[in-house]
């Protein structure tokens, strides 16, 4: 006697099923989602990047500034010669302070992709290198003039923004400062931020 085509290609179907729900589930369980968050009314919110070529250990430095609506405020970038990664990443922060209280935003959260970073502001876990300890206390005497902070980590699929304007920095042969968006990239990237975009990362 011969069975239906449909009930044959049925039972392929509940045979594959489970595995493909344990391919999906194991999917999910291995990627982290990752989005940008608007700060509250009121607030205004720095990301920030530090950039060094392996190869050479030329270094840049870039960050953005948006409001409570995800609005483009401010962006920098900027090359600093030869120095490390870890001391990029706290210039990136330092200049963006700078330019946060230049600009009289007084409630700032501050955002960047390097946790060592933000456990050195927050635990006051000690670092080593003498032009580690300037940059630190730099930072440091900065802070206590804003009214309110805040400092988190995020991943780097969240800080896109600020990455991109650090990899400009490489080719700026000055530092540079604006308050419009400088090409379409970033526009996107923007767009992207405010909308809520998740992205996704390997754990």
């Known amino acids: 006697m011969m069975l239906n085509l449909s009930k044959i290609l049925g039972c ?47 270094a840049s430095i870039g960050g953005v500034v948006r409001d409570h609506n995800a609005e483009f405020l401010l962006g920098y970038a900027e090359s600093i010669g030869q120095t490390t990664s870890t001391i990029a990443e706290m210039a990136a922060l330092r200049r963006g302070l700078e330019l946060v209280l230049e600009n009289g935003w007084s409630q700032v959260w501050l955002e960047g992709d390097f946790l060592t970073l933000v456990e050195i502001i927050m635990e006051g876990r000690r670092v080593r290198s003498v032009e580690a300890q300037k940059q630190v206390s730099h930072i440091k005497n900065l802070i206590p003039e804003l009214d309110k ?45 405010a909308e809520g975009k998740i992205m996704y990362r390997k754990r």
């Open 149 to 193: 902070f805040l400092i988190t980590h995020i991943y780097r699929e969240g800080n896109r923004v600020a990455h991109a304007l650090a990899q400009m920095g490489h080719q700026s042969k000055h530092p540079q400062v604006w308050r419009c968006v400088p090409n379409e990239g970033l526009s996107n990237m923007l767009r992207e931020n």
């Open 12 to 58: 392929q179907r509940l045979i594959k099923n489970p595995l493909g729900l344990l391919s999906a589930r194991n999917w999910h369980e291995n990627v982290i989602r990752v989005a940008w968050e608007k700060p509250h009314v009121g607030w205004t919110k720095l990301n920030f990047d530090g950039s060094c070529k392996f190869n050479t250990g030329r």
